[in-house]
């Protein structure tokens, strides 16, 4: 009936009504001829010509438009011939002009219903009525009762299968296109929720340094420093600039790829190599609320995992112990291998989770504590961990002792990458 992407519903059902009318209506030759009714057979055979012809004009060259106007004409005209030579009210026509109201619903433009409906009402009365002022005008062209109802009864069945099979099309049609459209909507939803999300990594992953680097820049305009502190000071700038600038190019390049939804792109990676830039990063932002950053990540632990992944969730958890870890308090970085899976953990003596929270932890939560410092957050963070160490295949998970920390267990399948160590000449 022609491809989806190229004909539009209504066209392909105007297909479907052609290619079955020209079925029906041969079917209907054999019949008409059996039954002797004069030049009944070479109208119907004009009326599958004709259909046939329409049907290639739309398909195959285009017309559509044309085609349907020409389809409209065509079925008033052989409704009148098929009522003339088949014995009028006598016959089966009202079960045809019936058939043929339905194919102009199913075929005609939403703005031609006023025409081409009427046409057929008005056709059918005014041939009743001629038939019943003028007798005798429209003959009886059936030989006995008996060939009466056997066209009735042929002619019945063809109509019914004919409804049947359009109805069946029209259906199947629609619960495809549904479909589409279903499927269609999901994938803008998920686009949607991609977006959302890069957005809220960009933002949730920048607020920190960001913040960070305007504490310093109001220290060194507020107060007056020695130069040795100074230099300190425009040495943990530029360190901090450096691994911002670093991070925000990285996680631009990554979301760049992601399309409408988050690829995976898992490779061997040393962990030490990996974090490198999150653990410089997490240092120069934890030194400014005066917290101890303790690392134990030797150089033979290996994971399988994507790497922009693997940064923003042990970002997000060291962002999360910073943020909730009070001035002079402790954060604990380590990796190990434990049979084939690399375990990262982060602890923190900070505040804790408070038990009513525990639950939705790694769900939205808008209405998130403010941290130590009265940090505000996303609600984000955590969520997104947990989104992508699933995607990873991996597990998230927490100890928490209120008012004595938490620490959050992320495991990985480990990756067997050879140490290579450089010896100094």
């Known amino acids: 009936m022609g491809n989806e992407n190229v004909f539009a519903l ?39 010509g004709i259909a046939g ?33 088949n014995s009028g009210a006598n016959g089966p026509s009202y079960a045809m002009f019936l058939l043929a109201f339905l194919a102009s619903v199913l075929t005609s433009p939403t703005k031609q219903y006023f025409i081409w409906l009427p046409v057929n ?31 009735l009864v042929a002619t019945y069945f063809i109509m019914a299968g004919f409804a049947f099979l359009i109805a069946a099309y029209v259906r199947t049609a629609y619960n495809r296109q549904r479909r589409q459209l279903v499927a269609q909507s999901a994938a803008l939803q998920e686009a949607n929720n991609t977006k959302n999300k890069l957005l809220s990594i960009l933002g949730h992953d920048l607020k920190e340094p960001l913040a960070s680097l305007q504490g310093y820049l109001q220290l060194l305009s ?40 988050f690829q995976v792109d898992l490779r061997d990676l040393n962990v030490k190599e990996t974090l ?71 602890k923190d003596d ?18 998130s504590r403010p941290g130590t410092d009265a940090e505000k957050g996303t609600g984000l963070g955590l969520m997104l961990c947990k989104e992508f160490t699933d995607m990873l295949g991996g597990k998230l998970t927490f100890n928490n002792n209120e008012d004595k920390g938490t620490t959050f267990v992320l495991m990985l399948p480990a990756a067997n990458i050879p140490v290579t160590t450089s010896k100094a000449n």
Not at 358 to 364: D, G, L, M, R, V
């Open 121 to 151: 009402i008005l056709i059918l009365v005014a041939l009743i009525t001629l038939e019943l002022l003028v007798p005798g005008s429209i003959k009886t062209t059936y030989l006995t009762d008996a060939d009466r109802y056997k066209d």
């Open 350 to 367: 900070g505040i804790g989770i408070p038990e009513s929270q525990q639950s939705s932890i790694f769900s939205i939560n808008p209405g």
């Open 222 to 261: 507020d107060f007056d420093m020695e130069e040795e502190e100074r230099k300190e000071m425009n040495k943990q700038l530029l360190s901090m600039t450096k691994n911002t600038s670093l991070m925000l190019s990285n996680i631009i390049a990554w979301t760049s790829n992601q399309g409408h939804s």
């Open 10 to 48: 209504e066209v392909r059902i105007f297909h479907a009504v052609c290619v079955l009318l020209v079925l029906c209506v041969l079917v209907s030759v054999p019949v008409a001829y059996n039954l002797h009714i004069p030049h009944l057979p070479l109208v119907l055979i004009i009326i599958s």
């Open 53 to 85: 012809i329409l049907y290639y004009l739309s398909r195959f060259k285009g017309f559509h438009q044309l085609s349907a106007a020409i389809f409209q004409v065509f079925i008033c005209l052989g409704l009148i011939a098929n009522y003339y030579y």
């Open 276 to 346: 490198r830039s999150v653990i410089e990063l997490s240092v120069s932002i934890s030194h400014k609320k005066q917290i101890s950053l303790w690392r134990d990540v030797p150089e033979n632990i290996s994971v399988k995992a994507d790497g922009q992944m693997l940064e923003l969730i042990v970002r997000n958890l060291l962002m999360n112990g910073i943020k909730f870890t009070p001035t002079g308090g402790n954060i604990w970085l380590s990796a190990t291998t434990e049979g084939d899976m690399c375990v990262i953990r982060v």
